[in-house]
């Protein structure tokens, strides 16, 4: 039995792997697929990824082809999430925050340094034309933190995924004023290098598996349902979010690498460039 360590966010995205590990899918290949919830984000799982404490992460597309140019000695091998990631901008529900543009120069609530809210907090400044040098960050690194932060005031707004987000608008301590959705697919498959090198059988392995489940995994009978239990949800917002989100079974292409690699160096988020092939396996 070889035992392969996955890391992911702790949101509904990620419902196709524990459905294969629950279901003996990876036992039946001789895999032990060992995964880790990872709250904090695309930037602790970056770090993961670097120390050797994951073999594989299910990570934001623009955090890792972020570290990855930095130098994490990894690799993109496939697209998860075709679809974009919807970020709500998120203000305390009592503050005087009405629209974006009283955001401008208000210090925002990330998870960590490289990660998705920090980097779309950059994407989204340069969006709506603002000085994106004037951006203040204040470290939370989770949700509860950002609760925290944004009700004492620490900070002023927080980005996160808008339907992970929602309970907390809805319970009425966020209030969400706007959206920003990726311009690019949201979440990629990535792997150490080092692991990749010695277990790319495994890796295809494991890819063929969830893919198998992420094709069919709509039609899963009242998969809506267990969504929504599962993770917390009403069941409309599920649904609407399930219309809304497709999983990929495909490489991450040339064009697609390209335009993330483009706009973080236009953003000044890595100061040099990768050609795809050392990015993309």
């Not at 925290?148 to 995924?161: H, I, K, P």
Request: proline residues 3%; charged residues 25%.
């Amino acid at each position: 039995m070889k035992t392969v360590r996955i890391a992911g966010v702790p949101e509904h995205f990620n419902l196709p792997w524990h459905l294969c590990i629950e279901n003996g899918e990876f036992d039946e290949v001789d895999i032990d697929l060992q995964w880790t919830d990872v709250p904090e984000g695309t930037g602790k799982m970056c770090q993961m990824l670097r120390d050797g404490d994951t073999d594989i992460a299910v990570i934001l597309s623009e955090g890792i082809v972020k570290d990855i140019v930095s130098g994490n000695d990894s690799s993109i091998v496939q697209v998860y999430v075709q679809s974009p990631l919807i970020w709500g901008i998120h203000v305390d529900a009592k503050s005087g925050f009405q629209q974006l543009s009283d955001l401008e120069n208000k210090k925002v609530a990330i998870s960590r340094m490289g990660s998705g809210s920090h980097l779309m907090a950059v994407v989204n400044a340069k969006n709506q034309n603002w000085n994106t040098q004037n951006l203040q960050f204040e470290i939370v690194n989770t949700i509860d933190g950002a609760v925290e932060a944004l009700s004492s005031g620490q900070a002023d707004y927080f980005m996160w995924e808008r339907f992970m987000t929602k309970p907390l608008v809805d319970n009425g301590t966020f209030r969400r004023i706007a959206d920003c959705p990726t311009p690019w697919p949201c979440f990629v498959i990535a792997v150490r290098n080092e692991f990749l090198k010695t277990n790319k059988h495994v890796i295809n392995q494991i890819l063929e598996i969830i893919n198998n489940t992420t094709i069919e995994f709509k039609e899963i009978p009242s998969i809506d349902r267990t969504l929504a239990t599962r993770y917390n949800q009403k069941l409309e917002d599920i649904q609407e979010w399930l219309k809304l989100t497709r999983w990929s079974q495909k490489k991450l292409d040339k064009a697609t690498f390209e335009k993330i690699q483009n706009q973080l160096f236009d953003l000044h988020l890595i100061t040099e460039k990768r050609s795809y092939e050392t990015v993309v396996q």
